[in-house]
């Protein structure tokens, strides 16, 4: 056993070629350090009184135990293992369960400096001894000894201990497991101690600090050997769930999706959608220049929410919440009863006060709160203050990803800039949502009318009608569209006109129609008329031509007896009887 | 290893006589600073608490849970377990003067 320990003199000469490192199962710190810790390395965590090191050391054996299967040992100077399992049990780690599986050892040091008294030279082979047996007895791969300073205050002889702990990094390097090691933070200094100057690995420094009323905890790699990692500050979470910490990177996209859907608290809008709504944890985007209405859309989502006996989160940046009751009461929506009963909680956050991070964690903290069933931010449009688009962008997507974990429907409102192609403003973020709702001004004849596109809406059969869309005193109305004759949509007055222009017309059209009739029944009788009469001219002279006909005939017959008659006379042969007027004609 | 001085008469400057002192001394392994130790106690010992004290050794590499039930964390450590209360002292015992204090001897001299 012994010699598994190097000697005090002996010196580490050889490296890993390749750093290996071993992933914390910690939420998003392994994003931060690309990988997680250095293995089989120690890692200094330093920060002040209360800053989290010891509950962020506990996670990474915690996660390494319930994720990696990595056993791992505490080595606790300040707190007791009672007093540990009775602090963690409150965060939902079960630290006594994962000792009694032998998953996890706590060994807490007690070192009472009234109580030692120093005879002379030693070393802290004991502290070696009880842990090696702590790491062998359950093959543990992770330790952490916190925290340091407690050795530095109650052993006065602090050339013996710098010794010993040089040591001690040695040794733990050579066993194989991934320390992390804890101490306070010191004035101008990472550590009071200058513990840094011996483990030159990785350095992390968490810190702590109220700014605007608001605590927030932040974390900060300063040193990363042989590794890229983020060097800004991200704030971090201690909550039930664990130690969250909130790179932008950080998303999963692996939540379960459900088909139920969600009123937009506007029927027509529901209809729009196949006559359901919107998906619920759906993401909605409903984009606009001013005054085009979005806050009273979200005004009628927030209210369908909470009349449905669910909690809404309203995150307003722009109002005060009772300016947005004053103003959606203008339009027939009193939000007032739902905030009263707790239904709907309007918050108001100046966006300008904090970075985009900060935002996101007081997002985190609120829906912690609150655990609503849908959530407004009205508008995401003042971020672009604090962050540039991409940052923007990226702070949504984990804000999305954080809302489709819990199921949270979620409106957001975006105001575009300018007449030209408004949709090019939001393309970026369309990606994002679900449903992407366009709300257009329409300028003809001298006003401005607002009109709705259903731009998008993942997974359902929609509309791709263009709906007028108005502001009345019953709240948004949809109207149907109306095109003109040339095709364009006609909106506000324009139509009314329109609408009156045709309603003439066909009147007109009516009254045309109904004079035609009648001349042609006119013009129908008096070709009636003129048939009688021209039928009443033929039988006249039809008549007259059967009587010359007749007398004609007489005639004949007459001629023919009186030449028989004559032939008789003069005893001539029997004379053919031929026709008198062909005789007639002959003899002409 | 447990060492019982025998018997001998005792100096009432030193110790009351009602008193018997256990102590214990925990080494690891057999270094010079372990044998150090225990000559340093041996030596007090003899000169303070004849016959009314008993030493036991324990050397951790062989028993390594005692460091963690009995609370060791330096090399050599001596636990005065009687009389109460219990007193730790660290290091070689060389240094008489300070042993004598952590022993809580220096009252009757």
Partial sequence: ?588 | MKIKPKGGSIKASTAKPEEYWTLRLYVAGQTSKSTAAFDNLKRICEERLKGHYSIEVIDLLKNPRLAKDDQILAIPTLVRKLPPPVRRLIGDLSNTERVLVGLDLRRNN
């Avoid at chain 1, 939420?27 to 965590?45: A, F, M």
């Avoid at chain 1, 009123?263 to 709504?277: E, F, Q, V």
């Avoid at chain 1, 575009?416 to 949709?423: Q, R």
């Fill in chain 1, 1 to 588: 056993m012994k010699s598994k320990r190097p000697k005090r003199s002996t010196r580490k000469t050889s490296r890993a070629p390749v750093l290996r490192k071993i992933a914390t199962g910690i939420q998003g710190l392994d994003e931060l350090t690309d990988g997680g810790l250095p293995k089989g390395r120690t890692t200094l965590l330093c920060g002040g009184a209360g800053s989290g090191k010891t509950f962020l050391a506990m996670e990474f054996l915690v996660r390494g135990v319930k994720e990696f299967k990595e056993p791992g040992v505490f080595v606790a100077f300040e707190e007791q293992t009672e007093e540990l399992a009775r602090n963690f049990a409150s965060l939902g780690h079960d630290l006594k369960a994962l000792v009694a599986e032998k998953k996890l050892a706590i060994d807490f040091v007690n070192i009472e400096r009234s109580e030692i008294q120093e005879t002379g030279e030693y070393n802290l082979e004991g502290l070696f001894i009880r842990l090696e047996h702590a790491i062998d007895s359950i093959g543990a791969q992770r330790v952490v000894l916190d925290s340091m300073d407690v050795l530095f205050s109650a052993l006065t002889n602090t050339a013996i201990l710098r010794d010993e702990l040089r040591r001690l990094f040695r040794w733990l390097k050579t066993k194989g497991v991934t320390a992390i090691i804890t101490a306070e933070q010191g004035d101008g200094r990472l550590t009071r101690t200058g513990l840094e100057e011996y483990v030159a690995d990785c350095v992390i420094l968490l810190d702590h600090r109220v700014t605007a009323q608001m605590f927030t905890r932040r974390l900060r790699v300063v040193k990363y050997r042989g590794s890229s990692h983020g060097t800004n500050e991200f704030p971090f979470l201690i909550d039930e769930s664990g130690v969250s910490i909130l790179p932008i990177t950080s998303m999963g996209l692996n939540y379960k999706v459900g088909t139920g859907r969600v009123s937009s608290g506007i029927p027509r809008l529901n209809a729009m959608m196949g006559g359901r709504g919107y998906y619920r944890g759906g993401s909605v985007l409903v984009s606009g220049s001013a005054g085009t209405g979005k806050t009273s859309l979200a005004a009628h989502f927030a209210q369908a929410t909470a009349s449905g006996g669910e909690r809404c989160l309203w995150l307003a940046y722009e109002e005060s919440p009772s300016q947005i009751i004053r103003n959606m009461r203008s339009i027939g929506l009193d939000l007032a009863p739902a905030v009263q009963s707790g239904m709907l909680r309007l918050q108001a956050v100046p966006p300008t006060i904090f970075g985009l991070e900060m935002h996101l964690l007081a997002m985190h903290k609120l829906v912690k709160e609150l655990n609503p069933r849908s959530v407004i931010m009205d508008s995401i449009s003042n971020f672009t203050t604090i962050g540039s688009e991409v940052e923007i962008k990226a702070m949504l997507m984990r804000l999305i990803d954080l809302f489709k974990m819990r199921q949270i429907t979620s409106l957001f409102t975006s105001l575009t800039t300018g007449d030209t192609f408004v949709e090019a403003n939001d393309t970026r973020l369309s990606s994002l949502m679900d449903t992407w709702l366009l709300l257009r001004e329409i300028e003809s004849g001298a006003e401005r009318n607002r009109v709705l596109h259903l731009l998008k809406s993942r997974g359902m059969a929609h509309s791709n009608q263009i709906r007028e869309f108005l502001l009345t005193d019953r709240g948004v109305e949809l109207r149907d569209v109306y095109l003109g004759p040339s095709g364009f949509l006609l909106t506000g007055s324009a139509l009314l006109v329109q609408k009156a222009h045709e309603q003439a017309q066909a009147v007109l059209r009516e009254q045309e129609g109904g004079d035609k009739k009648r001349e042609l029944e006119h013009k129908r009788q008096a070709m009636e008329a003129q048939i009688a009469a021209l039928r009443a001219e033929f039988e006249i002279d039809q008549m007259k031509a059967l009587k010359v006909v007749g007398q004609d005939e007489e005639r004949a017959t007459v001629l023919t007896d009186d030449r028989v008659q004559m032939a008789k006379q003069r005893q001539a042969d029997a004379v053919k009887a031929t026709h008198p007027m062909k005789r007639m004609s002959g003899g002409l």
